[in-house]
């Protein structure tokens, strides 16, 4: 299994798919209009930051699995890929550690003008009485916007610092939030208003795209503290500039709108830095996020390269939409299935899913399959028929089943 990644990866990542008898080449130079050049022979594409593009997908004449070493897959063309037969799988939840902890940083930074003191030392003034009117963390209200993995390891450190956590997410229900330990928040605009620090988890979404805009920062206490470590593009960009004039909020951020594609660059939201305590999209990047990542990754390989199917896939429906369901019990030997599978074909069934069971003992197995249509008595008879066959069964699956 020949293995490409178009991004820097941990060395001992390497070693491990190495380990497994892949053949990997590593090529972290390689940007979104190289790899169309570059895929052809791979069965895996393994990229952090690196776009997959559908001219890629269409350029790939072997692959079968694109890793995404981190958590977003929106650099990915998905829909392309899955029409193509390409698995798409992740790494989630391996880089919240690092990411919670460059937001509980950035809301420390904020409350006690940490960047700012330190510009000013470095101009040589000593500004104590002005750096001193800090607010404090402690029984302040934390709203979380977006409680996946990162937002509960917000909630987990910030009750270290004696904050109330209260949280809004599109699946957060009150029964969840109270068996999570957090204070439920019916809206984004609700949280808002009853906030003193707002830290911004969600991911990037169509429906997530700017929804933190004028409404929510009106919301906001005068003076509160605002810190998106997310996606630049779930906050309207504007509206919070807007906010930090009108209401005095104090922000920090890690994501933007107008990003550069990495490493060295110039910065055209420059103006915006000035104004708040600001990184460079850094909130993921730590050996600790990296070596997780890794790990993370050889396994999603290691799973498809045991499985045929790897861990973690974002493209492949959760549910076969297949309204019958066949159940065939039938002796374990050579041809058995493929009999079954030549009457479904001669009566023109789709098969969308099987799974074979063996028992112990390997004398008997169990087949199910997911079929577009349902078979008629003549076609049922006919597998029951098939050398080796058991029993053969046919049933209407359950709503949503």
């Keep these: 299994m020949r293995v490409l990644i178009a991004d820097s990866l941990d060395p001992a990542a390497v070693a491990a798919l190495e380990e497994l008898g892949c053949d990997v080449t590593m090529q972290s130079d390689l940007g979104a209009a190289d790899l169309p050049g570059a895929v052809a022979g791979y069965t895996v594409l393994v990229v952090r930051s690196t776009k997959v593009t559908a001219e890629t997908i269409a350029a790939a004449d072997d692959l079968a699995l694109i890793v995404r070493a981190g958590a977003g897959v929106n650099t990915i063309a998905l829909d392309d ?25 950035l809301i420390t930074a904020c409350d006690r003008g940490i960047a700012n003191a330190t510009a000013d030392l470095r101009a040589g003034l000593w500004k104590k009485k002005h750096y001193q009117k800090a607010a404090g963390l402690k029984h302040r209200t934390l709203g979380i916007i977006g409680l996946g993995s990162i937002g509960r390891e917000v909630a987990t450190r910030t009750r270290a610092f004696g904050m109330e956590v ?62 998106n470590t997310a996606r630049g593009d779930v906050v309207d960009q504007d509206a919070l500039l807007a906010a930090i004039d009108a209401k005095g909020l104090r922000v920090g951020l890690d994501v933007y709108a107008n990003e550069p594609a990495g490493g060295t660059a110039d910065f055209p939201d420059a103006g915006l830095a000035a104004m708040v305590t600001a ?123």
């Design 166 to 227: 209260g949280a809004w997410s599109r699946s957060l229900t009150p029964e969840r939030a109270e068996h999570i330990g957090v204070r439920y928040f019916e809206t984004p605009l609700d949280l808002a208003a009853r906030s003193d620090v707002v830290s911004v988890h969600l991911a990037a979404a169509p429906e997530t795209k700017g929804l933190i805009g004028a409404d929510f920062f009106a919301a906001m206490k005068e003076g509160a503290i605002f810190v």
């Design 81 to 105: 890929a899955a029409q193509a037969g390409v698995y798409v799988a992740n790494c989630p939840g391996k880089n919240a550690d690092a990411v919670a902890e460059l937001a509980i940083g």
């Design 279 to 401: 990184t460079p999209h850094i909130g993921a990047s730590t050996a600790q996020a990296a070596e997780a990542i890794a790990a993370e990754t050889v396994r999603v390989v290691r799973t498809f390269k045991e499985t045929g199917v790897p861990a973690n896939v974002v493209n492949v429906n959760v549910s076969s939409p297949a309204p019958w369901s066949l159940t065939v019990r039938h002796l374990n030997r050579v041809g058995v299935l493929a009999g079954v599978l030549d009457e479904l074909r001669s009566a023109e069934i789709n098969v969308e899913e099987m799974q074979n069971t063996i028992f112990s003992g390997g004398r008997a197995a169990c087949c199910s399959l997911l079929l577009d249509t349902c078979p008629n008595e003549k076609t049922l008879a006919a597998i029951g028929r098939v050398d080796a066959v058991l029993m053969a069964r046919i049933e209407e699956k359950a709503p949503g089943a």
